[in-house]
T-cell receptor, first 110, second 111 residues
Framework: DAGITQSPRYKITETGRQVTLMCHQTWSHSYMFWYRQDLGHGLRLIYYSAAADITDKGEVPDGYVVSRSKTENFPLTLESATRSQTSVYFC?????????FGSGTRLTVV | EDQVTQSPEALRLQEGESSSLNCSYTVSGLRGLFWYRQDPGKGPEFLFTLYSAGEEKEKERLKATLTKKESFLHITAPKPEDSATYLCAVQAGEYGNKLVFGAGTILRVKS
């Protein structure tokens, strides 16, 4: 199926553990993005990528790592999870103008 | 500093009661203004893109307009299924292809 998919849908992890959130798109869009959504803050950009092997920081990158070895995949890794990283994470892709979002991953760090 | 502010934070309407949501922005070099709808537990869903002041776009009961400082999302004769969070975002020259989002307006339409 064409589209953008995120996995897992829900994740509970412990403080200090490494966790990776996956994002896959089927359109070969150049741009991909990771946002987190929190009450009172709206959507905030974590990292983005303009093409394979090109990534850059967004507004709130601390504690996160990304990679993009293939155009279609853009995983987000929390190196050592903290409770402040409890949030809903959205991946998005874009050909140039406008985004299409995935369904999100709800991450809880206990 | 570039900012996007949406108002009101929440809005309750009776079915059929028309109203407007506001998105005011302060950016350098606006490339596009976007409206998204978000249902609980789902990702934002694209509604409209506006590029220049004076532009208007419509979709069913929704109409989006743009001025040099703000955008309005007009909802005409809303139905309960229009209940959602409506997000405004801007794509500005300083940010390249990145979107900066407002905090959203939560709309509830009661029958």
């Amino acid at each position: 199926d064409a589209g953008i998919t995120q996995s897992p849908r829900y994740k509970i992890t412990e403080t200090g553990r490494q966790v990776t959130l996956m994002c896959h798109q089927t359109w070969s869009h150049s741009y991909m993005f990771w946002y987190r959504q929190d009450l009172g803050h709206g959507l905030r950009l974590i990292y983005y990528s303009a093409a394979a092997d090109i990534t850059d920081k967004g507004e709130v990158p601390d504690g996160y790592v990304v990679s993009r070895s293939k155009t279609e995949n853009f995983p987000l890794t929390l190196e050592s999870a903290t409770r402040s990283q409890t949030s809903v994470y959205f991946c998005a892709s874009s050909p140039a103008i406008g985004y299409t979002f995935g369904s999100g991953t709800r991450l809880t760090v206990v | 500093e570039d900012q996007v502010t949406q108002s009101p934070e929440a809005l309750r309407l009776q079915e059929g009661e028309s109203s407007s949501l506001n998105c005011s922005y302060t950016v350098s070099g606006l490339r596009g203004l976007f409206w998204y709808r978000q249902d609980p537990g789902k990702g934002p869903e694209f509604l409209f893109t506006l590029y220049s002041a004076g532009e208007e776009k419509e979709k069913e009961r929704l109409k989006a307009t743009l001025t040099k400082k703000e955008s309005f999302l007009h909802i005409t004769a809303p139905k309960p299924e229009d209940s959602a969070t409506y997000l405004c975002a801007v794509q500005a020259g300083e940010y390249g292809n990145k979107l900066v989002f407002g905090a959203g307006t939560i709309l509830r339409v009661k029958s």
